[in-house]
């Protein structure tokens, strides 16, 4: 028990990643297509903050901390931060496609629309 | 492909890519057991180097500070190409605003929510620039800050409206907010340059540990990003809005 | 050995994320992405992170939602 415990922050990046490919690969709806692959998204916050956390370290935040005690690995925080509020500006492209595809194709639905020109 | 044939292939395809995550991810240290140097270095040296006492925003802004231009300029991208998708098309034209359509009728303007709604939207507008402000000295800066920011323009265009919003603000001035945040990010770094010392080198001064000026320019990297993120989320929105409430398909000449 | 708090928040997490797949009603699905956003943030705090709890908490439980319903509220006005 306690090994599959001890591995369940990154068993649960995995699952969030597989879980939101099967969404995307059975969706019936753009936008809801989208939203899934937010979903796999959120499994790399999900893997980096866990491969960043230490038992019982503080979050590196120096506020009336004593000098050497052990804090969380700053640099993955550093890096999920950033992507969190980039993610959704890239979803903003991705749902004014959505958009424009339904106003062509009077249809969300990426099993019924069709290759066109131009 | 039917549907059915595209699970199967899927399934196949998930099991063999869970395994080898799962695979990946048992090679690496065991939970809890995070001992990195480069973390260790950065946390404890961005008090002493930097006075400044949020680390997060010390790796973000200064030891990575070239990534994070980076990633701003993916964020402004992402927006330019939202605009370009979402302007008014060929057989378009952008009509009055409307706040309903045919077949759906809005619910009448309550004054309670208008004023509470202004209210909580002025509330969470100042919480934005609080935590932008602090972002050197506790959990903020300019990304989460902005995103506050945004939210509170979302909440002002809910308690009145698309055309209260459009003249408060306007297109134009969220264009122009996210052009200079954007830019005045790279110029900080480019001052650095012109004064003889590195790329994004903090030459003000680092204030004292625990007041809004430590960390020296990070304050000011803080703002512009802030600027940025609030203005192009605010865009992205009222963009939308205007897809939404004005652009109609013209009348066939 | 994760704290039983990061035990139990990583499966509410893991849940909602199964929720919003399953929801294929998109206009459900904002409410229920919505809940998935904010869970994400309070596993971000309990991993220590509040730098990116805050983030999370800022797009992902208001400005996201938004923007996808008024996509759909424009696909709607389209289908009519």
Request: glycine residues 10%; hydrophobic residues 55%; proline residues 5%.
């Amino acid at each position: 028990m306690s090994p599959l415990v001890a591995w369940l922050p990154f068993g649960v990046a995995v699952w969030l990643f597989v879980v939101g490919l099967y969404g995307i690969v059975t969706s019936r709806h753009l936008v809801h297509l989208i939203v899934c692959l937010s979903v796999v998204q959120s499994s790399t916050y999900v893997l980096l903050l866990a491969v960043g956390y230490r038992s019982g370290a503080l979050p590196p935040i120096l506020i009336d901390v004593p000098a050497r005690t052990p804090t969380v690995d700053p640099i993955v925080q550093a890096l999920c931060l950033t992507d969190v509020v980039v993610e959704v500006t890239v979803m903003a492209v991705l749902l004014a496609l959505a958009v424009q595809a339904h106003k062509r194709f009077g249809t969300a639905d990426p099993t019924r629309l069709r290759p066109q020109r131009g | 492909m039917t549907p059915r044939q595209r699970l199967l292939v899927f399934l196949a395809g998930a099991a063999g890519l869970a395994a080898l995550l799962a695979w990946g991810v048992a090679g690496l240290p065991g939970f809890g057991d995070h001992r990195s140097a480069y973390g260790q270095l950065v946390t404890r040296s961005s008090v002493p180097l930097r006075n400044a006492t949020d680390v997060v925003t010390v790796v973000n802004l200064d030891v990575r500070g070239l990534d994070t231009i980076g990633e701003e300029f993916i964020l402004f991208c992402s927006v330019t190409a939202a605009a370009v998708l979402l302007r008014r098309q060929a057989r378009e034209r952008v009509g009055a605003a409307r706040d309903e359509f045919p077949g759906r009728r809005a619910p009448g303007r309550d004054d309670a929510v208008l004023v509470l709604g202004t209210a909580m939207g002025a509330l969470v507008v100042c919480f934005g620039l609080y935590v932008v402000g602090h972002g050197q000295l506790t959990p903020g800066g300019g990304f989460q800050g902005g995103g506050i920011l945004a939210a509170g323009v979302a909440l002002l265009y809910l308690a009145s409206g698309v055309r209260t919003l459009e003249r408060m603000a306007p297109e134009w001035l969220l264009e122009v907010g996210e052009a200079v945040g954007a830019g005045a990010f790279v110029l900080i770094g480019l001052a650095s340059l012109a004064a003889g010392a590195a790329f994004l080198q903090d030459l003000l001064p680092l204030g004292s540990s625990g007041t809004i000026t430590a960390g020296g320019t990070l304050g000011l990297i803080n703002a512009a990003i802030g600027l940025e993120v609030a203005a192009g989320i605010s865009l992205v929105v009222s963009l939308f809005l205007v897809q939404l409430a004005r652009i109609e398909e013209a009348d066939r000449p | 050995m994760p704290p039983a708090i990061q035990v139990a928040e990583l499966l509410v997490v893991a849940l909602a994320g199964l929720a919003v797949v399953l929801t294929r009603d998109p206009v459900r699905q904002t409410l229920v992405v919505g809940f998935f956003g904010l869970q994400l943030a309070v596993l971000f705090l309990t991993f220590q992170a509040p730098d990116v709890a805050l983030s999370a908490l800022a797009v992902g439980s208001v400005a996201l939602p938004l923007m996808l319903l008024l996509a759909l509220a424009r696909m709607r006005r389209q289908g009519r």
